[in-house]
Antibody, heavy 121, light 108 residues
């Protein structure tokens, strides 16, 4: 059973860069059947897709965040990461990493527990 | 890009059947998946594809689709089904992911 775990600072100052890492255990991040995603949820609000990296290394981002987002993978550590630049209070949210199944249907079969990031000085 | 629209809130009497719907153009091309989220927890998939339940999801959960509308049906709702439910699919470009705004289900 694959498990995902987010890690990173819980407090980021405005204008700085938010950096989170998702560690994958119980399965290889190099598997050719999954995409690796970041999803966030503002307090009391719905889910917002941030972006993903495909097994081929291509990245796709939410158009509303594209100019500020970078997702990368470190296969040696079995981790993938999120960087969000120039953060503001509007980026305060619970951040989830998730694995998307791509064989047959697209769906998220595994999620991390989430990590709350607050943007504040 | 594409949007998925859900009713913000739905209620159901204990033991009755409830349908939660999700509308969007991309649903004409892609099946929706459905996620249950309880307070303080990460989302959990309950339905994916045409009508598939992951292991451990009760068979009272089922999915269907017609035209631009996907539906999640809970037959014989239980108190533990009270949660937020989100639909999800690809957008029409196939490259981007979209989520519905979520439906808060109250079991009376």
């Amino acid at each position: 059973q694959v498990q995902l775990q987010e890690s990173g600072p819980g407090l980021v100052k405005p204008s700085q860069t938010l950096s989170l890492t998702c560690t994958v255990s119980g399965g290889s991040i190099s598997s050719g059947t999954y995409y690796w995603s970041w999803i966030r949820q503002h307090p009391g609000k719905g889910l917002e897709w941030i972006g993903y990296m495909s097994y081929s290394g291509n990245t796709y981002y939410n158009p509303s965040l594209k100019s500020r987002v970078t997702i990368s993978v470190d296969t040696s550590q079995n981790q993938f990461s999120l960087k969000l630049t120039s953060v503001t209070a509007a980026d305060t949210a619970m951040y989830y990493c998730a694995r998307e199944v791509t064989t047959g249907y697209n769906w998220f079969d595994s999620w991390g527990q989430g990590t709350l990031v607050t943007v504040s000085s | 890009s594409s949007e998925l629209t859900q009713d913000p809130a739905v209620s159901v009497a204990l033991g009755q059947t409830v349908r939660i719907t999700c509308q969007g153009d991309s649903l004409r091309r892609y099946y929706a998946s459905w996620y249950q989220q309880k307070p303080g927890q990460a989302p959990v998939v309950v339905i994916y594809g045409k009508n598939n339940r992951p292991s451990g999801i009760p068979d009272r959960f089922s999915g269907s689709s017609s035209g631009n509308t996907a539906s999640l049906t809970i037959t014989g709702a239980q108190a533990e089904d009270e949660a937020d439910y989100y639909c999800n699919s690809r957008d029409n470009s196939a490259d981007h992911v979209v989520f519905g705004g979520g439906t808060k289900l109250t079991v009376l």
